[in-house]
C-alpha cells in the first residue's frame, strides 16, 4: 500500500508548494488554491515520466479544512488516501446536514403552536384555496391511510420543508466555520418569510386530527375492519389466504392474496387477486364486475388457523387518547371518507 505520509504532512504543515508524491513512474501531484486563511480549495494532476505541472490539467480533489484539520468533498484522487483526515462527508453530505439541522431548528420555533407565528391568518388569499383544495382532495384519503398504518393524531407534528440551493458551496463554508450561527440565521430568515408556508402546513394538521379523531371515535366505520385485516394477514407472513364472504346473503369461500388485503390504497377487493377457477365462481355468485369490501369478509384463515373473524372483533382505541363516540355522520364540514 502506497505511503502517503508526506501528503499527510504537507496538509498539516500548510506547506504552499505543490506535493508530489511519486509511485514508479506514476506521480500525484496536490496543489492548495487558499479560499481564505480557513479554507483551501485542493486540486490533482496525474503526472508520468517527469511531465510538468499543467494548469489545464489540474482536477478539484476536496476543501481542507484548517480549523478542523479535515478534508470534506474529497473526489476520486484524494478519497482513501489519508483516512485520518477524510471527514468522509461530500458537498451533499454537507447539505443534508444543514437542511436537517434548519429543519430541526425551526420546527422548534414553531413547536406546532399556531401561537408562535406572526399571525394565524394567511397573508396571501392563495394560502386559503390551498388549504380548501386539500380538505376536498387529499384530507380524507391521507387520514385513511395514517389510521390504517395505526396513527393517531398525536403523531401529527409540523415538519419544515426547508431545501438548500446546493449551487451556493459558500454557505457550506459558512457552515463549517461558523455551525449553530449560519443554522440559526438560515432558520431565522426562512421562518421571517415563509410564514403562509408554515400556517399552511399547521392548518393542515389541524384538519387531519379533527378527521383522525372522528375515524378513532366511529366505533362502526368500515376502516377498524380493514385495519384488524390488515394486521391478523400481515403477521401471519402468509402469501395467500382463505377468505370467506357473506354479500348480499350469500357465502363464500376462496383463496385471496395476502399482499391486496395488506394495502392501504384501497377497500375494494377485486378478483384478479383469486384463482381463475375462484373468479369464475365468484363472477357467477355476485355477477361480472362484482368485488367485495371489509365489511363482506367474516373470516380469513392460513393453515387452518383462524386469523380474523367478524363476530369477534371489536374496534381498537389508542392507549391515553380519549376520544368521544360520535355517530357517523357528516357534520357542516363536508367529512366524507370514500370507500
Same mark, same amino acid.
Given at each position: 500500500?502506497?505511503?502517503?505520509?508526506?501528503?499527510?504532512?504537507?496538509?498539516?504543515?500548510?506547506?504552499?508548494?505543490?506535493?508530489?508524491?511519486?509511485?514508479?513512474?506514476?506521480?500525484?501531484?496536490?496543489?492548495?488554491?487558499?479560499?481564505?486563511?480557513?479554507?483551501? $480549495?485542493?486540486?490533482?494532476?496525474?503526472?508520468?515520466?517527469?511531465?510538468?505541472?499543467?494548469?489545464?490539467?489540474?482536477?478539484?480533489?476536496?476543501?481542507?479544512?484548517?480549523?478542523?484539520?479535515?478534508?470534506?468533498?474529497?473526489?476520486?484522487?484524494?478519497?482513501?488516501?489519508? &483516512?485520518?483526515?477524510?471527514?468522509?462527508?461530500?458537498?451533499?453530505?454537507?447539505?443534508?446536514?444543514?437542511?436537517?439541522?434548519?429543519?430541526?431548528?425551526?420546527?422548534?420555533?414553531?413547536?406546532?403552536?399556531?401561537?408562535?407565528?406572526?399571525? &394565524?391568518?394567511?397573508?396571501?388569499?392563495?394560502?386559503?384555496?390551498?388549504?380548501?383544495?386539500?380538505?376536498?382532495?387529499?384530507?380524507?384519503?391521507?387520514?385513511?391511510?395514517?389510521?390504517?398504518?395505526?396513527?393517531?393524531? *398525536?403523531?401529527?407534528?409540523?415538519?419544515?420543508?426547508?431545501?438548500?440551493?446546493?449551487?451556493?458551496?459558500?454557505?457550506?463554508?459558512?457552515?463549517?466555520?461558523?455551525?449553530? +450561527?449560519?443554522?440559526?440565521?438560515? +432558520?431565522?430568515?426562512?421562518?421571517?418569510?415563509?410564514?403562509?408556508?408554515?400556517?399552511?402546513?399547521?392548518?393542515?394538521?389541524?384538519?387531519?386530527?379533527?378527521?383522525?379523531?372522528?375515524?378513532?371515535?366511529?366505533?362502526?366505520?368500515?376502516?377498524?375492519?380493514?385495519?384488524?385485516?390488515?394486521?391478523?394477514?400481515?403477521?401471519?407472513?402468509?402469501?395467500?389466504?382463505?377468505?370467506?364472504?357473506?354479500?348480499?346473503?350469500?357465502?363464500?369461500?376462496?383463496?385471496?392474496?395476502?399482499?391486496?388485503?395488506?394495502?392501504?390504497?384501497?377497500?375494494? $377487493?377485486?378478483?384478479?387477486?383469486?384463482?381463475?377457477?375462484?373468479?369464475?365462481?365468484?363472477?357467477?355468485?355476485?355477477?361480472?364486475?362484482?368485488?367485495?369490501?371489509?365489511?363482506?369478509?367474516?373470516?380469513?384463515? $392460513?393453515?387452518?388457523?383462524?386469523?380474523?373473524?367478524?363476530?369477534?372483533?371489536?374496534?381498537?382505541? &389508542?392507549?391515553?387518547?380519549? $376520544? *368521544?363516540?360520535?355517530?357517523? *355522520?357528516?357534520?357542516?364540514?363536508?367529512?366524507?371518507?370514500?370507500?
Amino acid at each position: 500500500m502506497k505511503d502517503y505520509s508526506e501528503l499527510y504532512d504537507w496538509f498539516l504543515k500548510d506547506i504552499i508548494k505543490p506535493a508530489v508524491i511519486k509511485n514508479g513512474d506514476k506521480v500525484d501531484m496536490f496543489v492548495r488554491l487558499p479560499y481564505d486563511d480557513d479554507f483551501d $480549495y485542493i486540486y490533482h494532476q496525474d503526472n508520468y515520466n517527469g511531465q510538468a505541472l499543467t494548469p489545464t490539467r489540474l482536477e478539484y480533489c476536496g476543501i481542507y479544512n484548517k480549523l478542523d484539520g479535515q478534508i470534506y468533498d474529497a473526489q476520486f484522487s484524494l478519497r482513501g488516501k489519508l &483516512p485520518e483526515i477524510d471527514s468522509g462527508k461530500s458537498m451533499m453530505n454537507l447539505f443534508d446536514d444543514f437542511d436537517k439541522d434548519v429543519r430541526r431548528f425551526i420546527e422548534e420555533i414553531v413547536g406546532d403552536d399556531i401561537g408562535n407565528l406572526r399571525s &394565524p391568518f394567511f397573508g396571501d388569499e392563495h394560502f386559503t384555496v390551498h388549504l380548501e383544495d386539500f380538505k376536498k382532495c387529499f384530507a380524507d384519503g391521507m387520514a385513511r391511510v395514517m389510521f390504517l398504518d395505526k396513527e393517531s393524531s *398525536e403523531d401529527l407534528h409540523y415538519e419544515c420543508d426547508f431545501t438548500t440551493d446546493t449551487t451556493d458551496s459558500t454557505l457550506m463554508l459558512k457552515y463549517l466555520r461558523h455551525p449553530t +450561527a449560519s443554522v440559526e440565521q438560515t +432558520a431565522t430568515d426562512y421562518w421571517m418569510n415563509h410564514q403562509d408556508d408554515i400556517l399552511l402546513e399547521l392548518r393542515k394538521n389541524e384538519v387531519l386530527r379533527e378527521k383522525l379523531n372522528r375515524i378513532y371515535a366511529e366505533k362502526n366505520n368500515p376502516l377498524h375492519k380493514q385495519r384488524a385485516i390488515i394486521e391478523a394477514v400481515r403477521e401471519s407472513g402468509a402469501k395467500t389466504v382463505n377468505v370467506t364472504i357473506i354479500k348480499g346473503g350469500e357465502e363464500l369461500s376462496f383463496k385471496y392474496s395476502a399482499d391486496r388485503l395488506c394495502r392501504f390504497n384501497s377497500s375494494d $377487493y377485486g378478483t384478479w387477486e383469486m384463482s381463475p377457477k375462484d373468479r369464475q365462481v365468484f363472477e357467477e355468485t355476485y355477477g361480472r364486475g362484482s368485488s367485495f369490501v371489509p365489511e363482506d369478509i367474516s373470516e380469513i384463515s $392460513y393453515r387452518g388457523k383462524t386469523l380474523y373473524d367478524s363476530s369477534t372483533f371489536m374496534p381498537e382505541t &389508542p392507549e391515553d387518547d380519549n $376520544y *368521544e363516540d360520535v355517530e357517523c *355522520e357528516d357534520d357542516d364540514e363536508g367529512f366524507t371518507m370514500s370507500m
